[in-house]
């Protein structure tokens, strides 16, 4: 199983930026797919998710301002990330969680660094 993240790099504060997780090794439609986050010095956090049905959760600090969708097609998952802030810098990561299982797999992480 891989997943591999790209579209990370840096933005001014008001910019937008899309991440893309391409998934591959596992059957893509029948898993639960999110991303998760983490800054310097904290603990890893969840952004977004969503499920097999295409319901969607975000965190609260990104409620209004980020979009996870999923193209079944293509086995990648998305985040539209519009009106970043400096306190969305971190380290995206995503995850895949087959339904019916506890197994969860990682991607390397892409760094999002947004200037003030």
């Known amino acids: 199983v891989q997943l591999v993240e790209s579209g990370g790099g840096l933005v001014q504060a008001g910019g937008s930026l899309r991440l893309s997780c391409a998934v591959s090794?596992?059957?893509?439609?029948?898993?639960?797919i999110a991303w998760f986050r983490q800054a310097p010095g904290k603990e890893r956090e969840g952004v977004a998710g969503?499920?097999?049905?295409?319901?969607?959760n975000y965190a609260d600090s990104v409620k209004g301002r980020f979009t996870i969708s999923r193209d079944d097609v293509k086995s990648t998952v998305y985040l539209q990330m519009n009106r970043l802030k400096p306190e969305d810098t971190a380290v995206y990561y995503c995850?895949?969680?087959?339904?019916?299982?506890?197994?969860?797999?990682w991607g390397q992480g892409t760094q999002i660094t947004v200037s003030s």
């Open positions: 995850r895949a969680q087959p339904i019916g299982t506890t197994t969860q797999y």
């Open positions: 090794g596992l059957t893509f439609g029948n898993s639960a």
């Open positions: 969503i499920t097999r049905g295409l319901n969607t």
